[in-house]
T-cell receptor, first 117, second 111 residues
Framework: NAGVMQNPRHLVRRRGQEARLRCSPMKGHSHVYWYRQLPEEGLKFMVYLQKENIIDESGMPKERFSAEFPKEGPSILRIQQVVRGDSAAYFC???????????????FGPGTRLTVL | QKEVEQNSGPLSVPEGAIASLNCTYSDRGSQSFFWYRQYSGKSPELIMFIYSNGDKEDGRFTAQLNKASQYVSLLIRDSQPSDSATYLCALKTSNTGKLIFGQGTTLQVKP
């Protein structure tokens, strides 16, 4: 069974460009979460999506960041007009259908390391 | 007060010893608790989860939860150098999907 897949693994962008990060959840998983890990900092929640729905975007910066999880294809985290402070590791995690509310383990992908020059 | 607090370490133990990693949390509504291991430059790997008060054992790992004291811990028996990593404590509150992480504790197991 393939795990959570993310691509690209490394992405370099210049200030002002757009970054698109992709995530394919584990087979059978319908919940996708995005987290960001800044250098020397902890993991911070960004957004929680199900197919065609954003469930919780309380961790998303108000501007430049957006996420989607279409009916077909991977989830995408999009960062417009990147700045140096966006340099970080972006991790996607997935979990199966809810079977007890809070009792869903999340499994992480390998991450995308974004570097903004 | 941080929602999830961990001592950043490093915690250094000799090979074969028991490593004890601790985590406290502030929200009494927290229901699910998770321990992840993260090697440098890699992604978090789920190693244990616990929902009920008490102990839960899985191989060399034991998770302990005390909701009254708002405390969760991870014990690693017979520590190996390959256990050297950062251990992240995470929790969920109520039915929200998001995980709230602590800063992580760095464990060093010395041969």
């Amino acid at each position: 069974n393939a795990g959570v897949m993310q691509n690209p693994r490394h992405l370099v962008r210049r200030r002002g460009q757009e970054a698109r990060l992709r995530c394919s959840p584990m087979k059978g998983h319908s919940h996708v979460y995005w987290y960001r890990q800044l250098p020397e900092e902890g993991l911070k929640f960004m957004v929680y999506l199900q197919k065609e729905n954003i469930i919780d975007e309380s961790g998303m910066p108000k501007e430049r960041f957006s996420a989607e999880f279409p009916k077909e294809g991977p989830s995408i985290l999009r960062i417009q007009q990147v700045v140096r402070g966006d340099s970080a590791a972006y991790f996607c995690a997935s979990s199966p259908l809810t079977r007890g509310g809070h009792r869903n383990e999340q499994f992480f992908g390998p991450g995308t390391r974004l570097t903004v020059l | 007060q941080k929602e999830v607090e961990q001592n950043s370490g490093p915690l250094s133990v000799p090979e074969g010893a028991i490593a004890s990693l601790n985590c406290t949390y502030s929200d009494r509504g927290s229901q699910s608790f998770f321990w992840y291991r993260q090697y440098s430059g890699k992604s978090p790997e789920l190693i244990m989860f616990i929902y009920s008060n008490g102990d839960k054992e899985d191989g060399r790992f034991t998770a302990q939860l005390n909701k009254a004291s708002q405390y969760v811990s991870l014990l690693i028996r017979d520590s190996q150098p390959s256990d050297s990593a950062t251990y992240l404590c995470a929790l969920k509150t109520s039915n929200t999907g998001k995980l709230i992480f602590g800063q992580g504790t760095t464990l060093q197991v010395k041969p």
